[in-house]
T-cell receptor
Framework: GENVEQHPSTLSVQEGDSAVIKCTYSDSASNYFPWYKQELGKGPQLIIDIRSNVGEKKDQRIAVTLNKTAKHFSLHITETQPEDSAVYFCAASKMGSGYSTLTFGKGTMLLVSP | DAMVIQNPRYQVTQFGKPVTLSCSQTLNHNVMYWYQQKSSQAPKLLFHYYDKDFNNEADTPDNFQSRRPNTSFCFLDIRSPGLGDAAMYLC????????????????FGPGTRLTVL
């Protein structure tokens, strides 16, 4: 089955700095890679996703890059703000089936200090 | 607003006393998932439904059961909760159609935090 590794487990940055979280996956058939943000006591929320036919996707301060050959993808947050503090999960999945499921990484706790 | 609703948000039960957690959705999605999330860990998939078709993960304990009486509702039954079952339980939905046209995003509810005394 799919295995997703995520690093680092914790990341502390100063407000305004950039943050980068990296994930690797094992199943070359995976073709959908979402990133979720989970605040304390809440359910995960999708912040950005990327499909395997795209190498990069950007949404304001958030971007995701995908290297299919190396089987790794990364989340980039620029100009971090204290409200970006949360746990971030990467995941991998195979699209196209009603039975497809997500395999999550173990999460990264991001702390943005004012 | 269309959303995934979980009730209750906090549930306390006694060791061995059956408990049921509920999830409802107004998104009219085909797929519903139940996850268990323990502190500082990733969500762990327990099972999911594609319409009425039930799919159990291989390592989900028999103590956990699920029912989906209609498109909108899904229930998680824990028959004899143990101390190790204390966790956040997350429900999620996905449209489940459209190979390239979308329907891949999972929408999560706020979760039910279960305490076992």
């Amino acid at each position: 089955g799919e295995n997703v590794e995520q690093h680092p487990s914790t990341l502390s940055v100063q407000e305004g700095d950039s943050a980068v979280i990296k994930c690797t996956y094992s199943d070359s058939a995976s073709n959908y890679f979402p990133w979720y943000k989970q605040e304390l006591g809440k359910g995960p929320q999708l912040i950005i996703d990327i499909r395997s036919n795209v190498g990069e996707k950007k949404d304001q301060r958030i971007a995701v890059t995908l290297n299919k050959t190396a089987k790794h993808f990364s989340l980039h947050i620029t100009e971090t703000q204290p409200e970006d503090s949360a746990v971030y999960f990467c995941a991998a999945s195979k699209m196209g089936s009603g039975y497809s499921t997500l395999t999550f990484g173990k999460g990264t706790m991001l702390l943005v200090s004012p | 607003d269309a959303m995934v609703i979980q009730n209750p948000r906090y549930q306390v039960t006694q060791f061995g006393k059956p408990v049921t957690l509920s999830c409802s959705q107004t998104l009219n999605h085909n797929v519903m998932y139940w996850y268990q999330q323990k502190s500082s860990q990733a969500p762990k998939l327990l099972f999911h439904y594609y319409d009425k078709d039930f799919n159990n993960e291989a390592d989900t304990p028999d103590n956990f059961q699920s029912r989906r009486p209609n498109t909108s509702f899904c229930f998680l039954d824990i028959r004899s909760p143990g101390l190790g079952d204390a966790a956040m339980y997350l429900c999620a939905t996905r449209l489940g159609t459209g190979l390239h046209g979308g329907g891949n995003e999972q929408f999560f509810g706020p979760g039910t935090r279960l305490t076992v005394l």
